[in-house]
């Protein structure tokens, strides 16, 4: 029973994967790209190849890890704001120096 019903699950799956929208979009693209080849039309061959890149460029982006990608990014703003608290001290360090001296 347990079997059968995994069985299921991936039937399912697939089947979800098969009819999801970026397919749907990629054969949008496709057909409107060959119709624009047959019929020699500018506009569709221009749709068509923007669609289709759409498609690859959405199927990327769902599959970046996008909570590593933020950590990365806040990790790089302390870093940048470590450095510029550091340049300021230093910079305030030495117009003291500058000061005292004189």
């Known amino acids: 029973m347990t079997h059968d019903a995994q069985n299921e699950l991936q039937k399912a799956s697939l089947i979800g994967r098969i009819l999801s929208m970026e397919f749907f979009l990629l054969v949008m693209g496709v057909v409107s790209l060959v119709y624009g080849i047959i019929n020699d039309a500018s506009i569709n061959i221009f749709w068509g190849i923007l669609i289709i890149l759409g498609v690859f460029v959405l199927h990327k982006v769902r599959k970046k890890d996008w909570t590593k990608?933020?950590?990365?990014?806040?990790?790089?703003?302390?870093?940048l704001e470590e450095r510029e608290t550091l340049r300021k001290s230093a910079a305030d360090d030495a117009r003291k120096a500058d000061t005292d001296g004189k």
């Open 69 to 79: 990608h933020w950590q990365e990014m806040e990790a790089e703003h302390k870093a």
